[in-house]
């Protein structure tokens, strides 16, 4: 059985509503990219096509060296958004208030256009498993990470931006869909949403659910940011390595996306096997190209 | 324990001691069994970690060997669970894992360049600093010299090590066959730091080693000299300190100096 033949009918979105402390809902970036170290150099040296980065949280936690005054350098010239993978909202063990620390001081200093992370755990009893594993979509894990996310956000000043993640896993007391799951966290919590459609793909094929029914039931008013990535297909089930191209069913469901969520800050991800910069800009381009294409009103030529 | 934490406890254990029970709880997709889909967590966890400690240890790696490291590896992670949510710090007790632990503890060459690379990857990212000039040591007077202490550059850190480590460590970054491992009669004394943002090592002979471990005590300039005139020439001590202290500034390692007003 799986979860998603659970709901009988398609939700209507929830209804839009004013986020925490009036937070405005944050700019529209343009098409960005991953930061990673193999394009310091290009990045800084060359002026490349790009309207924004998106830095991982984790790799500027440091006390100071070559990365941060890196990062210095690319918020001067660029807007930044930083994405963390060791937040663990979705975490029972207690918060731990050092990482918090460490992640409001970053943001000090880097002044980012929003603080992203993951509706995931990374590890219980004291053990970090560096990895974004799953929960149940049950109410109590829903009322668990509402208030982890309320916690959080206080901490920081600043609404967060949760990332749906690949899944490989169900679990059977599931009671409501994943995309059920993020639109009541969002309602509840006022953080913004991150809709990785790579992911979406990916755990739709998983668990055998149509990728546009959790499009569907996403509130539109709620996502901010769009992530496009590459994975690994092995059969039976896709693995989200982020080490490929984006490939044709994601830009697919990235047109998808775009009819659904309109005009949304939107980037490539690519964690592993980096390829040269230049290779990147062509699917940042192709992110562009097909926003115009797409959102463009009928019969209006983009150049 | 609310049946959420039981849950997530549960999972974990599933991931770290291959323990079933989880699977209880969790559905078959539609084209694959439960099992083989967790397996993808199990197997993640494990090649992230590995992947982490290659890239943290890159010449360990490469002195190794994929398949000894990656054993070695394996057997960090097993007794090593990660206590630090940044990855960065993983690998922070190999070293000592690798010098207390059977098979590694008999063959210190290993440790020590593990030792050698967890101090240049610290160097990297070590806390920015100013560091002291030559033009703010012209503001002294003389007579005023013998009451200086100065404070190290927060990336600056000592390692004595008793094999041939740092060697193999330049033939390995050289690309280049490593020598044999071996033990020099005397031990290498290692000063490691950042300059600007590139991580540095060089070794120090017994005398300027003495004379760094004391400065960055806090002994002031007249009784490092002192200490100097007991290891060589004692006419020839203050100058040998001054000239010590004059490679340190020019190469950043200082950050301060204090006491001489």
Redesign the interface.
Known sequence: MNVSTKIRDPRPSPAPHAPPDGAARPDFLGFGLGLRAQHYDEILNGNPPIDWFEVISENYMLPGGQPLAVLERIRERYPVVMHGVSLSIASTAPPDFEYLRQLRDLARRVEPKWISDHLCWTGVHGKNLHDLLPIPFTKEALDHVVGRVQLVQEFLGRPIVLENVSTYVQFSNSEMTEWEFLSELSRRSGCWLLFDVNNVYVSAFNHGYDPLAFLQGIPADRVVQFHIAGHSHMGTHIIDTHDHPVCEDVWELYAAALRRFGQVSTMIERDDNIPPLEELIVEVDRTRAIAAKVLSPPGRHVG | M????R???E??RG??ASDDSVLA???D????K?E???A??RH??SA??VE?MRSEHELLHAYLGDEAFDQMARAYIASH????????W?STALPDFLRSTKPYRGHPVISELAALEKALNDA??????EVLTLAAMAGFVPERWNDLRFRPH??AARLDLSTNASTIWLALKSEETPPEAGAPAEPCRLLIW?QD?TPMFRELAPEEAMMWDEAASGIPFGVLCSMLATYDDPDGAAARGAGYLHSWITAGLLAGVFGGD
């Open positions: 609310s049946d959420f934490a849950q997530q406890g999972f974990q991931i770290l709880e969790l559905l997709s539609p084209k694959e439960r083989t889909l967790f993808v967590y993640a966890y992230r970690l982490a669970p990660s206590q630090n949510a940044n990855l960065r993983f990297f990212d070590a806390q920015d600093c927060p990336s950042r943002v």
